[in-house]
C-alpha cells in the first residue's frame, strides 16, 4: 500500500495515524511498529488489510464504524477529512459564531424573548404569559438576573467561575442521591462483618490461632447517572444553567452520561468531557443544530430505550429528566416509554424549572401521564434550588 | 492462513465474515488479546470456542461478575489442607522450617482459570467472558497479565507463562472498558450476521435441514431484527427457531402461519415482543422471507 506523493511507506503509515489521532484515536509508537510489520507482510489485497488495520487500531464501535470512512479519506482522498469542528466543512459555520436555534438559548438580552414561539398544547400560552410575569415580579429566573451584564457570547457562557460552582452542586448532588446496593463484601478494617476465610489464612502464620482478624463490609459503589436535558424552545431560559449543571455533572461524575434532546436526541457526554470548555459549548451548539419545534420526549425516550438504555442502564443507575414537560407528541407514548425507562433504571428524577413558581401544578397530560412513574419531583430554576434538593435526594 | 481459518472454522460449525477472520489470523500471528464487542446473542463466546476447536487446544474460561477477585480469578491457599498440615506436625513436633516448605507448596494452590491458563503446556484459549461486568479494579489487575503474561504469588514468586494463551475477551458494552485495556487488544465488533451468513450457520449447524426453510429462517429473522423489538432475536435464537421447525416438520414458512405464530416463543422472549408481533406481522415477514 504506498499512498500516491510520498516517499515510503513509513511516512504513510505515520501519516495515517496522526491522522487518526486527529480524529480521536488514541494510538501510540507501538500501533504505528505493529501496523508496519502488519503491513510487511502483505500481499496486496486492500480488503484484508483494511480490515487488519482495523482490527489493530480501533478500540470501540464507535471507532470501528468511523474507521472506513478515515480509511478511504486518507488512503484514497476521499470524503471527510477530519471530523473535528474546526475543519467541520458541511456545515456553514465559519467561526465561533452562535447557530441560529441556540441564539436563542444563549442570548439573554430581553428582546430574545418576544420571538421566543411559544409552543405545545393550548394552556402554554397562559404559562407562557405567566411566566414573563412572573420573571419581572420576583426576578426568581436565572435568566433574568444576568441580563444586565451579559450578551450572547460563548466565553460568558462558559465563565469559569460559575461553571466551577456547578461543577461543585452537580458533585454534591451525585453524592447526595449515591446509594448502596450491593450484597457483596468486602475486605475493609472498619467492616462490620467477620471475614472467616481470610482471617483463618492470616492466621494459618501464627499456628491457627486467632490473633490477626480480618473485617468485610459491602463496598460503597457509585451510582451511575444518566441526564436527559430538554433543550427546546420553552426551555430556552433555563438551557445555559442548565448546561452548566450538566457539564458539571458529568466533569465530576465518571459514571454518567448526558443527552441532549427536543425532538431528537442526541448522547453529548465525549462533547461535553472536553477539557476545552469553549470548544465543548460550541461543539454543543453545532449538534444541536437541526433541532426544531416542541418537545418529543416520548419519541426520544423511545429512541433511548431502544438504543443507549442496554448500555447505559443498569439497576444501579438513577436517571435524571430536566424538562418543563410540555410534550408535543402523544402522552401516551410518553407513559408507556417511561414504564419502559423504569423497568431498566433504580430510580427516575424529574426536575422541572417550572415548579418552582407560585401557581404552577403539573397538569399538562404529558406531565399527568408522567408523574406515576417519576420517583421524585421537584423544583430546579435556579442554582441555589438544586442545593435545595440535595437532602432530599439523599433521604430517598 | 487467512483462507485455513476460515474454512476450519467453517469445519467446525462457525461461519465468520472477513473483518472477524482477519482479527482472529491478526490475533494469532501478533499474539495478543482479542476484544470482542457486540449485541448480546451474536455469537462472541462461540469464536473462543470453535477457536479452542480448530487450534485442538483447551478452553479455559472465566466468566467476570461484579465483585470478581483475585481469589477467584487467579489463585487461592487451601487454607483448610494448610491449617491441618499445621495441627498434625505440631503433634509430631517436627520442625516449622519443614512445614513451612510443606505448607506453601503446590499441593496446597488452588488454582483459578488464569493461573491454569499461563501454566498449560500448550497454549489454551483463555475466554475472560464479559469482562465489563468485573470491577475497574479487577481489570488494572488483568492488564499484568495480558501485557506480559506472568503472575506474581508472593510466597512463590512470580510465574512466567509456560505458553502464552490466545486470549478472547467479550463485552457487551454496559459498562464502558478502560482506554489502557483496549490498548492492549485488538478489536473487533460483532454484528448481526447478514441472512446469507446466517443462512450458512443454520446450515452448519442442522445439516438436516432444507436450504430452503434454511434461507427462508434467515431472511425472517432478519427481518424480525427491524421489527422495534425490546430484545433481537440472537443467533442461538434462531438456532433453537431452525430445531423446532425442524422438528415440527415445517417445510416452508409461508405454510402454515398458526403454527409458526406458536413458534415464535423460541425468538421472543419478553411479553411486550410477543404481543407487538401479531399474527400479520408474523404473516408479513414470512410473506417476504418465502
Known amino acids: ?396 | 492462513m487467512y483462507q485455513t481459518i476460515k474454512t476450519r472454522l467453517s469445519g467446525v460449525g462457525y461461519i465468520a465474515d472477513d473483518s472477524l477472520t482477519t482479527a482472529i489470523e491478526l490475533a494469532l500471528d501478533l499474539a495478543r488479546p482479542l476484544l470482542l464487542e457486540g449485541e448480546a446473542g451474536v455469537g462472541k463466546t462461540e469464536v473462543a470456542k470453535s477457536l479452542a476447536k480448530i487450534l485442538d487446544t483447551n478452553l479455559i474460561r472465566l466468566q467476570c461478575y461484579e465483585g470478581l477477585d483475585v481469589a477467584n480469578a487467579i489463585y487461592e491457599w487451601n487454607y483448610q489442607k494448610q491449617l491441618l498440615a499445621i495441627k498434625i506436625s505440631e503433634s509430631r513436633s517436627s520442625p516449622a522450617e519443614g512445614i513451612e516448605d510443606q505448607i506453601f507448596s503446590e499441593k496446597y494452590l488452588l488454582t483459578r482459570p488464569l493461573l491454569q491458563a499461563v501454566r498449560q503446556e500448550n497454549p489454551p484459549v483463555l475466554l475472560i467472558d464479559e469482562i465489563d461486568r468485573a470491577d475497574m479494579e479487577f481489570e488494572a489487575y488483568l492488564l499484568e497479565i495480558l501485557s506480559d503474561y506472568q503472575i506474581t504469588v508472593p510466597e512463590l514468586g512470580t510465574i512466567k507463562a509456560t505458553s502464552v494463551p490466545h486470549v478472547i475477551l467479550t463485552s457487551n458494552g454496559t459498562r464502558e472498558l478502560s482506554d489502557a485495556l483496549r490498548r492492549r487488544c485488538l478489536y473487533s465488533y460483532v454484528d448481526f450476521p447478514e441472512p446469507e451468513i446466517e443462512r450458512e450457520i443454520i446450515l452448519a449447524r442442522l445439516p438436516e435441514i432444507e436450504i430452503q426453510l434454511a434461507d427462508q429462517i434467515a431472511r425472517f429473522v432478519s427481518g424480525l431484527r427491524r421489527e422495534d423489538l425490546e430484545k433481537l432475536p440472537g443467533m442461538a435464537e434462531t438456532l433453537d427457531w431452525a430445531h423446532a421447525l425442524y422438528g415440527m416438520k415445517i417445510t416452508s414458512i409461508d405454510q402454515d402461519f398458526g403454527k409458526l405464530q406458536q413458534t415464535l416463543i423460541c425468538l421472543l422472549k419478553t411479553e411486550r415482543d410477543l404481543k407487538s408481533v401479531t399474527p400479520e406481522v408474523t404473516s408479513r415477514l414470512a410473506g417476504k422471507a418465502a
Not at chain 1, 441560529?100 to 398544547?121: R, Y
Not at chain 1, 401521564?369 to 434538593?389: E, G, Q, Y
Open chain 1, 1 to 396: 500500500m504506498v499512498k500516491a506523493g510520498s516517499t515510503g511507506p513509513l511516512d504513510n503509515v505515520q501519516g495515517f495515524v496522526s491522522h487518526l489521532r486527529s480524529n480521536g484515536f488514541s494510538l501510540g509508537q507501538k500501533e504505528t511498529e505493529q501496523a508496519l510489520n502488519v503491513l510487511i507482510n502483505t500481499n496486496g489485497n486492500l480488503a484484508r488489510d483494511r480490515n487488519r488495520l482495523k482490527a489493530l487500531f480501533t478500540g470501540n464501535h464507535d471507532q470501528w464504524s468511523s474507521f472506513d470512512n478515515l480509511f478511504e479519506a486518507f488512503w484514497f482522498r476521499r470524503g471527510k477529512k477530519r471530523n473535528t469542528w474546526q475543519h467541520n466543512t458541511k456545515t456553514s459555520e465559519k467561526s465561533c459564531k452562535l447557530p441560529e436555534v441556540w441564539s436563542d438559548h444563549l442570548n439573554e438580552e430581553t428582546n430574545g424573548q418576544e420571538n421566543a414561539t411559544p409552543q405545545i398544547e393550548t394552556n402554554v400560552h397562559e404559562h407562557n404569559d405567566g411566566e414573563e410575569k412572573n420573571q419581572v415580579a420576583t426576578g426568581r429566573l436565572i435568566a433574568t438576573k444576568h441580563t444586565a451584564r451579559t450578551k450572547t457570547d460563548l466565553r460568558q457562557f462558559v465563565d469559569p467561575e460559575e461553571i466551577a460552582e456547578a461543577e461543585k452542586l452537580a458533585y454534591n448532588l451525585a453524592k447526595a442521591i449515591q446509594h448502596k446496593l450491593s450484597r457483596r463484601r468486602r475486605l475493609d478494617k472498619r467492616g462490620r462483618w467477620l471475614d472467616f476465610r481470610r482471617t483463618i489464612r492470616s492466621n494459618v502464620r501464627y499456628g491457627g490461632d486467632l490473633i490477626d482478624i480480618k473485617k468485610q463490609r459491602i463496598p460503597e459503589r457509585p451510582v451511575k447517572i444518566v441526564v436527559l436535558l430538554d433543550v427546546s424552545g420553552s426551555m430556552q431560559h433555563y438551557s445555559r444553567f442548565f448546561l452548566q449543571f450538566v457539564k458539571g455533572l458529568v466533569c465530576q461524575w465518571l459514571e454518567s452520561d448526558a443527552f441532549l434532546f427536543h425532538t431528537k436526541l442526541i448522547r453529548v457526554t465525549d462533547t461535553i468531557r472536553d477539557n476545552n470548555t469553549t470548544r465543548a459549548m460550541t461543539k454543543l451548539s453545532l449538534m444541536a443544530e437541526g433541532f426544531g419545534g416542541g418537545t418529543k420526549l416520548g419519541e426520544c425516550l423511545k429512541v433511548f430505550n431502544a438504543t443507549y438504555a442496554k448500555k447505559t442502564l443498569t439497576s444501579r443507575t438513577t436517571v435524571i429528566i430536566l424538562s418543563d414537560g410540555y410534550e408535543v407528541g402523544s402522552a401516551e407514548n410518553l407513559k408507556t416509554e417511561l414504564q419502559q425507562l423504569k423497568k431498566r433504571a433504580k430510580r427516575l428524577i424529574w426536575l422541572n424549572p417550572l415548579l418552582g413558581w407560585e401557581n404552577y401544578a403539573p397538569v399538562t397530560a404529558a406531565m399527568q401521564a408522567a408523574l406515576p412513574h417519576i420517583d421524585h419531583f421537584a423544583a430546579a430554576n435556579t442554582l441555589v434550588s438544586l442545593a435545595a434538593i440535595e437532602p432530599e435526594l439523599a433521604r430517598l
